[in-house]
């Protein structure tokens, strides 16, 4: 029986914001990065890979955070933690002294996330299976068990969330046959982002229409006469009849909102998402009050079950896009897609960074097998970056996901790319000024312990 | 000119968990903990300092966040940061990367909050006054300008906020007159925890009645049958006239808290403090319907500006317990005194930890000067506990926060203090199993550096 032994964190950043990957009106220098772990057993080819997805500076914080949120599964039976994932993340989540930096979000949540990922991976691992088939193989006690229902009973009961998965659980074969046939339909934001010129838009709409994405998003926000030039681009790329979304990344107030997308809706947009605060349940309601047909998305930062629940109770939301990192992992979003099951609303996961659609493919195909049974108005987000640094990349053909087959949580990263992005001194990082910079700081001010003693921090001026 | 030119970090935890000072239903094992920064500046007669508030583990987290939320600082002139409190303010929180761990909550939130906390004090000893009276001294515009107004606009508008503080401007002196001498009320917890004894809760009880208080504060929520015994013990000490509030601190779903509480209704409560999830608005909303007139409060756990203006639109509150450190400090606090104020629900400050004694009395002196210009149904809390720790302790006289007088806001520790209690290689913890445990953990595992390269953590064994 193989007992968890020890485990390795990297703070691994990409130099995406050199490339403008990833620019939007909230985020213009985004690094994409991963706080990484790596759970490893006595058994070498026994281990668990997990990440939370940050965008540059602070990736750092995650991963110490990570390192303390990990400390307790040390020494602990791998069967038996695979045998009982509802246990062990509620025995994780328990530290009330990490309880006190939240509860349930920000920093302490994600690092539970990471941590949490790289559980369900080995378990994967361990049965020998993809991660979307250890859950559909799993009952709906043993699905509902591993369910973090806390604070959601005046929303969803236990009872309610067994009727859900029971209903479905006759039907799941014939939803992995067509799974299996056409994989599950997802959309691209890669056209999209801000720092693109109009040509390089109108390129990108084009080869994504070409390559049969019926869906395409747009950043907006930063400049309303550019937002309405781009959106016209794009629409005259991908026609009347193809799908457009566009996304303010939160940069507005409520009225402004409203304000704003009003003028947008000669493009016809099936939503505006983020077009406030994550945080503003009844904001989100307000916009999408005013702003109907236009459906209102939001979910990337949401951050955790207690504030999706409002915003189903609040009739805010057309589109969850819930986060597989921010998120508690695979115990917190099976509470969300059992909650937008009851409450009708499709869950299209947040993707892109890096990592994201290698997680979110797992969770939406078990969704549409066990959960919604449904793919009407569900579309979940791709993004071609970054893809190539990981062992078991997802792949995306005719607009949808196709079935991973590899067991585990697709999670791991490359080696090499460890060795080459880890951050300050993998030899990407090393040869740039950036990277110089960081360990110069570390080196003279000893702040790499600055959490753990009395340092002094000085100028070097 | 003196330019910042350098801070030093802290991370100090006190054994609180030893004797069952701070135990409630939720936190059982809380080490009172400040996450503590000193920005120094070339003259060395002029420093600010600051800090966020944690109960023991992950607050090396926030030290770690807290030095990279401050590294901006490094360089800046220090006249120039107190001139423009609302600028460097939207300065630090601009930072779009560290956004991403949010964004406005969890560790980074905490980190913005203690940095600006050490700025506020920076400003207060350059002006040669204490906080609330540098606060008291500035006009309605350069209140506003310094006030975090993003995402409040539905529901309170600059002009609104300066209307709000015009109003009350002409009488402010009255106000000061009036709390220089009878003081800030407040009202305290010291005799409730959980953990104590029914022969310690009574003699506590008598003490406080004794020393002048007209407010209890019960922990709540482990065992019905333990509340009502408990309960029934306060209120014989206090009469029937006395106030008597009770804290769940979280452990309830909605429907168990409206349950719970409306057996203790006998004991007539003032209010139900943290009947449920911090975040749930919603919850909080259907919660105070339901046990009407026990008042609703919550706050020390909401995490920002937008979750208390939901609070406040949903009428989901009676009142506004606010934490100095969990907001972004006075920027953030500041807008949500201003909204309270409009929406008419009194604010009366979380308190005890470490420290929040000391930043609230001069917010909530301030809030009676210039923001409310009201104490019907005011009270702020008090814990008597580590008071000892500090260069300018706050002081309570007859339950009520005497007026600070000295130049800053309060937040210094003693130097004896963070050599004693930095953790783990301060004196008292080098002489503990738990610090020798730490120590041998980060010297084993280099663990002190797992945030900043790619670290190999193995078990010992």
Not at 407 to 425: D, I, N, R, V, W
Request: charged share 20%.
């Amino acid at each position: 029986m193989p007992k968890i032994t020890g485990f390795d964190v990297f703070d691994v950043r990409f130099p995406t914001s050199l490339s403008a990957d990833g620019s939007d009106a909230m985020n213009h220098d985004a690094d994409y990065s991963a706080a990484y772990i790596v759970l490893r057993t006595d058994d070498p080819a026994l281990y668990g890979c997990g990440f939370t997805f940050t965008i540059g500076r602070g990736n750092d914080i995650c991963a110490a955070a990570i390192e303390l949120r990990a400390r307790p599964l040390i020494g602990q039976d791998a069967e038996e933690i695979c045998g009982d994932l509802g246990g062990i993340y509620r025995n994780l989540k328990r530290d009330s002294q990490l309880r006190w930096l939240g509860p349930d979000k920000g920093v302490e949540h994600l690092a539970l996330g990471a941590v949490m990922n790289a559980v369900w991976d080995l378990a994967a691992r361990q049965a020998g299976k993809p991660l979307w088939q250890l859950l559909s193989d799993m009952t709906p006690e043993q699905i509902v068990d591993a369910t973090d229902l806390s604070y959601l009973s005046d929303a969803l009961t236990r009872e309610e969330a067994l009727g859900l998965l029971t209903r479905l659980a006759p039907t799941r074969d014939q939803r992995i046959r067509q799974l299996t046939e056409n994989g599950y339909p997802c959309y691209t934001t890669s056209a999209g982002w801000l720092g693109y010129s109009d040509e390089k838009l109108r390129r990108l709409c084009q080869e994504a229409v070409d390559q049969g994405y019926r869906h395409i998003k747009l950043k907006v926000g930063a400049s309303l006469e550019e937002d309405i030039r781009r959106l016209a681009i794009a629409r005259e790329v991908i026609g009347p009849d193809g799908n457009l979304m566009i996304d303010a990344n939160q940069v507005w107030d409520v009225p402004q909102a409203i304000d704003w997308v009003k003028q947008l809706s000669e493009f016809n947009p099936m939503w505006i998402e983020e077009p406030t605060s994550p945080d503003d349940v009844l904001g989100h309601a307000e916009i999408r009050r005013a702003v109907q047909p236009i459906g209102v998305a939001t979910g990337e930062h949401g951050m955790n079950r207690v504030l999706f629940k409002q915003l189903f109770q609040a009739a805010a939301i057309d589109y969850c896009q819930l986060d597989a990192c921010r998120l508690a992992s695979v115990n917190e979003v099976l509470a969300v897609q059992l909650m937008a099951a009851k409450f009708g609303i499709p869950v299209c996961p947040h993707a892109g960074g890096v990592g994201l659609c290698e997680l979110v493919q797992h969770l939406s195909i078990f969704d549409f097998i066990a959960v919604s049974g449904d793919l009407t108005g569900r579309v979940t987000e791709f993004v071609d970056h970054l893809h190539e640094h990981f062992v078991d990349p997802c792949i995306v053909k005719d607009g949808a996901y196709v079935m991973p087959a590899t067991p585990g949580y697709s999670a791991e990263l490359k080696e090499q790319t460890l060795q080459e992005y880890a951050f300050p001194y993998g030899t990407y990082w090393a040869g740039t000024d950036t990277g110089q910079a960081e360990q110069a700081w570390r080196a003279g001010n000893q702040a790499g312990r600055v959490a753990f003693a009395s340092a002094r921090i000085e100028t070097q001026a």
